[in-house]
């Protein structure tokens, strides 16, 4: 039969049209179950077209009376809460200007050893000119997430001069530097993947380890047997089954230099283990780039490593470079990942442009004036002479962290009896002319409860006779308060 015979209208009619015999015959022979469902649905039906009443509010009218009592009742909730006197947090002094070397508190004017700016870029001219100059040309927003409508050229440059800096194949930029290791840990461990993690790693690196909902496993602060025993530990657990390890991924994450500690880790030895058990390194440099190093390229390069072997590199660009954000770098294939799933990256408005110009320029400066580096490194080995010669403070930091913290040389009953000793060492200071500041933490969200410290913040600007007036400061008043 041919294809136009078979679907002929005559063929249609003759195999297709139903009488109701047919129909009754249907009811008869179908389920009682198949009948009541039909039957509840049509009658559910026509309840919804002629029976369903819709409902109107009555909108009363307000007289004008009793609008303005509401208005004059209504209390708004305050933008920003005020800050109670107790409050062991609270910050009560007003600072004002620039926080280079020298910072007004309360209208005075004090050795600042208090903020992170290190090779004193907040407050250079040719920083500030830079910055001054794209607000001409591209205003004081970006307006928007990188991925949308907010990269400007000024992001592609910074990216560009970041890597080359770095030696890396790529750099990604942050617009917010706690952000930065925050979003880059959760966008490639995920759940069933394990995490070493170093137990001393500062908040932001918490909460990255929080939102990857990974397997977490901590090591004692820069112990590497530590670390191998659990390394060891997985290695034994892969063994037994083979198939789940195919699919788990293990990373090893760390600081260049710990901001809670001011030490640095073994980053050769972490190395061997990495390419021993197969890890990946994660490592966080804040503290240690634009610090380390005769260029100021942070770890690798104090410790002569190659970059390669480290796969992901993280920093903030808010303590040496003086901007705000922050980068990760590595290789092109590991950072593309995060321009589609590092959170901070794909749903936060990206950095402003005059920021990204003034870290441009920053770099630049760090690039051709390297001796700025040693010049760094010999200021902070100098202070920590001083400071590891006073009575009742010991220094835990290394002699080339840009971070000193100092600590209680007899521990008191309670921490919140060793804060309230160092703030009165930290008010004596103040009283000598040096801004000083105790480090303070949410004990309740870390990791791990953090002994109190003083912590002081080197800046290449301080000349050695700042320097040698903020050891004097301290040692007075370790004399007057632990005395």
């Known amino acids: 039969m041919a294809w136009t015979e078979k679907f002929s209208t005559e063929y249609l009619r003759e195999h297709f049209t139903f009488h109701p015999v047919d129909i009754v015959n249907g009811l008869a022979t179908a389920p009682a179950y198949h009948l009541i469902f039909e039957v509840l649905l049509i009658l ?43 409050m062991p947090h ?49 205003g004081v927003g970006s307006c928007g997430p990188r991925g949308f409508y907010g990269t400007v050229d000024k992001h592609l440059e910074l990216e560009e001069k970041l890597a080359q800096f770095m030696r890396c194949e790529e750099a990604i930029l942050y617009s917010y530097g706690f952000s930065t290791i925050a979003s880059a840990i959760p966008a490639y461990a995920k759940r069933g993947d394990v995490l070493f993690v170093d137990e001393g790693v500062c908040f932001p690196i918490q909460k990255g380890l929080e939102a990857s909902r990974s397997s ?7 112990d590497m047997a530590d670390l191998e025993r659990l390394l060891e530990e997985q290695a034994i657990e892969d063994q037994k089954n083979p198939r789940k390890a195919k699919v788990t991924r293990r990373f090893l994450i760390v600081e260049g230099i710990y901001m809670n500690y001011g030490d640095i880790c ?93 870290a441009i320029t920053a770099l630049n400066i760090m690039q051709h004036e390297t001796a700025m580096f040693l010049e760094l490194q010999n200021k902070i080995k100098y202070l920590h002479q001083f400071l590891k010669s006073l009575k009742g403070l010991s220094a835990i930091s290394e002699p080339y962290s840009p971070i000193q913290h100092l600590v209680l040389s007899q521990s008191a009953p309670t921490l919140e009896e060793e804060r309230k000793v160092l703030d009165r060492i930290v008010e004596v200071c103040m009283a ?14 870390e990791l791990k409860a953090v002994r109190p410290s003083i912590r002081l913040s080197v800046n290449v600007n301080l000349s050695k ?7 004097d400061a301290l040692e007075l008043a370790c004399q007057e308060v632990l005395n």
């Not at 280079?100 to 870029?121: C, V």
């Not at 440099?285 to 610090?291: H, I, L, Q, Y």
């Open 44 to 86: 559910w039906i026509i309840k919804l077209l002629f029976f369903t009443k819709t409902f109107k509010l009555d909108k009363t009218e307000l007289t004008a009376k009793e609008k303005q009592e509401l208005l004059d009742e209504w209390q708004p909730v305050p933008l920003v809460p005020e800050v109670e006197e107790e």
């Open 90 to 138: 609270g910050f009560q002094r007003h600072f004002t200007g620039i926080p280079g070397k020298r910072i007004t508190i309360d209208n005075k004017e004090y050795i600042n050893l208090s903020t992170q700016n290190f090779l004193g870029m907040i407050g250079n001219k040719e920083v500030e000119k830079s910055a001054i100059a794209t607000v001409q040309k591209h």
């Open 216 to 222: 977490v496993r901590y090591f004692k602060h820069n």
């Open 266 to 358: 073994p980053l050769p030895k972490l190395i061997e283990l990495k390419y021993k058990y197969k890890v990946r390194i994660f490592l966080e440099e804040s503290v240690s780039f634009g610090v380390l190093g005769e260029t100021g390229r942070g770890v690798t390069e104090h410790f002569n490593c190659e970059v390669e072997d480290v796969d992901m590199i993280c920093s903030n660009i808010e303590f040496a470079i003086g901007s705000t954000g922050g980068f990760c770098c590595g290789r092109s294939f590991v950072i593309d990942h995060q321009r589609l799933s590092g959170l901070g990256y794909c749903f936060s408005a990206s950095l402003p442009p005059l920021l990204a110009q003034g």
């Open 432 to 445: 000598q002319g040096v801004a000083t500041v105790q480090a303070r933490y949410i004990d309740k969200f």
């Open 465 to 471: 006779l700042d320097l040698k007036a903020a050891a």
